[in-house]
């Protein structure tokens, strides 16, 4: 019988149901042989992918539970529906001592807890350099100026009036898997990739806008978007983006946008790190040359090996990471396991995805779920029987380009290892005999 405990976080869905936080602790505490005596009546297939139980004599079968014989509660009693109550492990974490002040900081997506493409809107990371407000959307404006045949200003109701699209697209912050650039600095996939999230986006294309104020099409190149908070935070956008795929939004995941995540309006700039994606947007101002703002020429640069920085990397290259078995779980039984992971691409489609239990000596190639869309996170699954001895997991995506996932030594051959941001490389997972899953990095 298999079964994979949630640590730190949530309990993890699994074959059996869930175990209480006392069995939890007990299997974590290295007593495996807890699982045989407590499900004696266990039918396990080792080779198979049957993990279910023999019914007779369980009492969750045998015995009526008061759910089943008693009224339930009344609809309408919470009219903003939330999880369930046995869901509350799940949850965005901060890092401890990551940034000084929680008003700029991070919150971490819990990718471990998370199924399919899609983020709940009360789950999605948080990144703010001054905080987040919410804003009365009666009193907020976008302007748009520059090389434009007439500046305008925007109210929310002028926007929403206009022909509106809705698009599935990852966001990641260019920051994400930043602290690995050195050596292993983190736990568990929360803290290691959960700087990436995955909404329906609904909003107008930032073209018709443009469009609408009579863009200068001779002498304009690039848009500078920004946000209403007080970071001052401006971004420079090429205009042949801003022309393609870039959204004014408001709509995620079928209802308004979050406040934390820029209520109530945010642009979206598929494919490109998250700094880009101005929250609280008030302003797009049309030019002929990149501005240079403090984000794009002091912040979110990279560092390169010889010292200089490279400004204005946006795209957010092909990637992917396995999220159960991951970093902190622990695998309680040999036998059959579901290995699940994301994988995304800011160039479009993700291809393929490869998964390696040998620390990349040998690949298979593991199942895309649907839908695979193009700068949206993609499911990958892939069957696997752990025959119990250690092993190293990682996931290898390739996308529609042919552009394929560097591992740790080819990103470093490029890169260096004094990078924050745009870490792609093949994250690794080390699986002990005991079946604890931890972070480790392969070269
Ligand atoms: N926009 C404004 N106005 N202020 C901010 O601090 N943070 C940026 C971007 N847009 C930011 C902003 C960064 S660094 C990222 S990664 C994303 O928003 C995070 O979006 P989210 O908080 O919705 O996840």
């Known amino acids: 019988m298999s079964q994979i405990t949630p640590r ?23 007593r495996r042989d807890f699982l045989r005596t407590a499900f004696a009546s266990a039918s396990m297939a080792v080779a198979g992918t049957s993990v279910a139980r023999a019914a007779d004599g369980d009492p969750a079968i045998l015995t009526l539970p008061e759910h089943s014989t008693t009224l339930g509660r009344p609809v309408a009693e919470r009219p903003y529906g939330a999880p369930s ?76 009036r206009l022909p509106s699209v809705s698009r599935i697209h990852f966001i990641e912050c260019g ?8 050596n292993v600095a983190v736990p568990t996939v929360q803290y290691s990739h959960g700087m990436l999230s995955c909404s329906e986006f609904t909003g107008v294309p930032l073209s018709v806008l443009l469009d609408d104020c009579g863009i200068d099409r001779k002498r304009a190149k690039f848009v500078l978007a920004e946000g209403a908070d007080g970071s001052s935070m401006t971004r420079t956008i090429s205009l042949d983006r801003a022309l393609d795929d870039v959204l004014v939004a408001w709509g995620q995941n079928g209802e308004m946008l979050r406040p934390e995540n820029g209520y109530p309006l945010r642009l979206v700039v598929p494919g490109v790190q998250g700094v880009s994606w101005v929250k609280w947007l008030r302003r797009i101002e049309v030019g002929d040359q990149p501005w240079a703002t403090k984000d794009e020429a002091v ?7 010889d010292g200089t920085h490279r400004q204005y990397t946006s795209i957010q290259e092909c ?3 396995i999220t159960t078995p991951s970093g902190g779980q622990t695998l309680l039984d040999k036998g059959f396991h579901n290995i699940t992971g994301l994988a995304w691409s800011g160039r479009g489609k993700v291809k393929r995805v490869d998964v390696s239990a040998d620390g990349g000596r040998n690949w298979r190639t593991a199942r895309l779920e649907t839908p695979v869309l193009s700068k949206a996170l993609t499911r990958f699954n892939i069957d696997w029987v752990w025959d119990g001895s250690p ?17 740790y030594a080819q990103l470093r051959a490029v890169r260096g290892t004094r990078s924050i941001y745009h870490n792609n490389a093949i994250q690794s997972w080390k699986l002990a005999d005991s079946g604890d899953v931890s972070n480790v990095q392969v070269f």
């Open 391 to 407: 092993a190293i997991l990682q996931s290898r995506a390739i996308d529609e380009t042919g552009y394929v996932q560097p591992t």
């Open 319 to 321: 990637k992917s990471v």
């Open 85 to 160: 109550q046995f869901e509350a492990g799940l949850r965005r974490r901060e890092s401890p001592g990551l940034t000084r002040v929680a008003g700029s900081s991070v919150s971490f997506s819990p990718l471990q807890g998370l199924f399919g493409i899609i983020t709940p809107s009360g789950l999605h990371f948080e990144r703010h350099h001054q905080g987040w407000h919410d804003i009365d959307p009666a009193r907020h404006r976008l302007m748009i100026n520059g090389l434009v045949k007439e500046a305008r200003v925007y109210t929310m109701d002028d926007l929403m």
């Open 8 to 30: 730190p976080g949530r309990i993890q869905r699994a074959p059996e149901g869930f175990l209480s936080p006392e069995q939890i602790r007990e299997v974590s505490a290295g």
């Open 299 to 305: 912040h979110y640069i990279d560092l390169m090996p």
């Open 175 to 182: 920051a994400n898997t930043g602290m690995e650039w050195g």
